[in-house]
């Protein structure tokens, strides 16, 4: 078997890890012998030009990794050139289902790494310190602007109301303001259509039950800044249970038992990443096997590693990123038969 690389990849990235999804792509794709076009989002123009420099800057033949400065429509027209073999995107489901369309018409290969709601289990033998420590980081990662920030909290009952409470506690006393300022701890959601997206999916859980146990609101400064949340006696028919919640909201929901934890973490359209928090290692890597998602920590919340392939299930995408399984993923596995001539 020999791996040969496809030809030109064009990758399409996000903007909220402006640097870091580019290079994940880009370096392995060019490792495997590919070039690659990078079209990036419209509001990180300047990350995407600068990376194009950098891969020349490092000594890379000119014009191997390209940045593309262009519309939707100038993204269909380079989907349909034939020098264009795979495409590699990280965004929306949506946007992802429009790209695998237009990518089926040519046959095209795809990897497409997409939403997420990330299941954050905590059973009740879970060291409930740890957990509430890494509940606050996994889900204000980026503002909780993040793929695989933790999104639906499901803790075990005897320790729901004691976890809700420290969690609520450690979210009020993040101090937001100016990424600049290195006291800064949260910055602001993307724009203002975000927070009064995020007013929208507070209020439904509020009328439906739900307790605001901090934030639940818009912050009164300048600029599109939403307060750290935690939301208590979640049901799973909220909003906030069955969208991708781009933000800094935690709902909290108590849970029976382990299956029944593991059945509301199944019970979404996704599948990116997980995490369960025990003290018990077997039983951990037990529930993480049950998890229909593509990443799953046990006591750590979701990560990307260049180690380790990433990529997710259902309507999270398909394909991986990263480890030998992304350096694969746009190659031609070509097998050599060779036989020796009779004389």
């Not at 400064?221 to 909220?238: C, E, I, K, N, Y």
């Not at 990433?310 to 038969?337: A, H, Q, T």
């Amino acid at each position: 078997m020999v791996y040969q690389p496809l030809g030109v990849v064009l990758s399409i990235m996000p903007w909220n890890y402006p640097y870091w999804q580019a290079l994940r792509f880009g370096v392995p794709t060019l490792t495997a012998g590919n070039a690659t076009i990078l079209k990036h989002a419209s509001n990180v123009t300047g990350c995407g030009l600068a990376i194009a420099e950098l891969f020349t800057d490092a000594g890379f033949p000119a014009h191997l990794f390209q940045t593309v400065v262009t519309g939707h429509a100038g993204v269909e027209a380079l989907m349909a050139r034939p020098e264009i073999r795979g495409v590699s995107l990280t965004g929306s489901t949506r946007v992802g289902v429009r790209v695998a369309e237009l990518a089926a018409r040519s046959l095209k290969k795809v990897v497409l790494e997409l939403g997420g709601s990330d299941p954050f289990i905590v059973l009740e033998d879970a060291d409930l310190e740890q957990a509430v420590r890494g509940a606050v980081t996994g889900r204000m990662l980026c503002t909780g602007q993040s793929c695989i920030a933790a999104k639906r909290f499901l803790v075990a009952r005897p320790l729901a109301a004691e976890f809700a409470e420290r969690f609520a506690a450690a979210m009020a006393s993040l101090v937001v303001g100016d990424p600049l300022d290195p006291a800064t701890q949260v910055g602001a959601v993307v724009n203002a259509a975000e927070v009064a997206h995020l007013e929208e999916l507070v209020a439904d859980a509020v009328r439906q039950g739900a307790r605001v146990l901090t934030g639940g609101g818009r912050l009164d400064r300048p600029g599109s800044f939403f307060a750290p949340t935690v939301l208590a006696d979640v049901t799973a028919d909220m909003r906030v249970m069955r969208e991708e919640v781009f933000g800094p909201i935690a709902p909290v929901m108590a849970c029976d038992d382990e299956d029944q934890a593991v059945a509301l973490a199944n019970a979404t359209e996704f599948g990116l990443g997980g995490s369960v928090w025990t003290r018990d290692l077997a039983r951990g890597e037990a529930v993480a096997r049950r998890l229909e998602c593509g990443t799953v920590f046990v006591n750590s919340i979701v990560k990307s590693d260049p180690r380790m392939p990433f990529g997710g299930v259902k309507m999270s995408g398909l394909g991986r990123e990263l480890g030998r399984f992304g350096l694969r993923e746009f190659v031609n596995i070509k097998g050599l038969n060779i036989y020796p001539t009779d004389s």
